[in-house]
C-alpha cells in the first residue's frame, strides 16, 4: 500500500473515532456505564475520578488493535490502530488537561480550543448534547439557555461572595 494510503487509513480512523466516542458517551458513559460517569459530573472531590476506568478500557481496545495488527501482519491495520491511538491522546489533552485542568499544564487559548471547551460545557450545564468533544454539534438555543443559566450562576456566586467579604 502506498504511502498516502496508508495516511489516509490511519486519519479516516480518527475521523470515525469521533462518531464511536459520541455514541459511547451518549449511549453507553450516559446508560449503563452512568455509575462511572457520575463521577465526572459531579463536584470533584478527589484526583482520579471513577470515570477514569473509561480510558483504560478504552485503551484495552487500541492495544487489541496493536496486537491483531502485527499478529495478521497487517500494515493497513497498523496504521488504523495509530489513529484511534492518536485520537485517545488528543481528546485526553483536550478534555482532561485543556478543559477540565487535570495536570499541572498551562495550555494556552486557541480559537479551537476555546470553542470545544464552550461546548463541552454546555454538556456539563444543561446535560444532553453535545456529547462529540473534538467535533461537538450544539444548536444555538442551547448555547444561549446554557449562557444564560452561567451568568445566573456567577451573579449568584459574586453576590455570595459579596456578602461574604461585607460580614
Ligand atoms: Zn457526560
Ligand atoms: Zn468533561
Do not use: K
Not at 42 to 60: G, K, M, W, Y
Not at 110 to 123: A, F, K, P, T
Amino acid at each position: 500500500m502506498r504511502a498516502l494510503a496508508l495516511i489516509a487509513t490511519g486519519l479516516a480512523a480518527f475521523v470515525a473515532m469521533e462518531g464511536i466516542s459520541y455514541a459511547t458517551h451518549r449511549w453507553v458513559m450516559h446508560g449503563a456505564g452512568m455509575r462511572w460517569h457520575r463521577s465526572h459530573h459531579a463536584p470533584s472531590t478527589t484526583r482520579l475520578e471513577a470515570n477514569d476506568v473509561f480510558p483504560v478500557v478504552f485503551s484495552v481496545f487500541g492495544i487489541a488493535l496493536f496486537a491483531a495488527a502485527s499478529a495478521l501482519d497487517n500494515v493497513p491495520l497498523f496504521w488504523a490502530a495509530g489513529g484511534v491511538t492518536l485520537y485517545g491522546a488528543v481528546y485526553l489533552f483536550v478534555h482532561d488537561i485543556y478543559i477540565h485542568h487535570r495536570l499541572p499544564v498551562e495550555v494556552d487559548d486557541r480559537r479551537y480550543l476555546i470553542w470545544v471547551r464552550d461546548s463541552h460545557r454546555i454538556h456539563h450545564t444543561l446535560g444532553g448534547e453535545p456529547y462529540g468533544m473534538l467535533f461537538p454539534v450544539v444548536s444555538a438555543a442551547r448555547r444561549s439557555r446554557a449562557a444564560e443559566i452561567e451568568a445566573r450562576r456567577e451573579e449568584r456566586l459574586s453576590s455570595s461572595l459579596d456578602t461574604r467579604s461585607r460580614l
